[in-house]
């Protein structure tokens, strides 16, 4: 299970984690806009926001992609 965080849940997040995640490689995954569930979380994850942690994987996002 692999755990992704955002700051905000949007139509084109959702599009685009079902292609990558569920799509093209088969994997299952929650998407998450709480950050104390996703700092709790203890498998995979990727934080998908403006600034990430040494703990997990990081994707910076800019205003055209959350749009």
């Known amino acids: 299970m692999l755990l992704i965080y955002l700051p905000d849940i949007t139509s084109r ?3 685009v ?3 990558i995640f ?4 088969g994997l299952e995954y929650h998407v998450t806009t709480d950050i104390k569930v996703f700092e709790a979380f203890e498998q995979g994850k990727i934080n998908y926001k ?5 703990k997990e994987v990081f ?3 800019n205003t055209l992609k959350q749009q």
């Open 17 to 19: 984690f079902e292609l």
């Open 50 to 54: 403006d600034a990430g942690t040494y």
């Open 59 to 61: 994707g910076a996002t």
């Open 13 to 15: 997040t959702k599009y």
């Open 22 to 25: 569920k799509n093209e490689l």
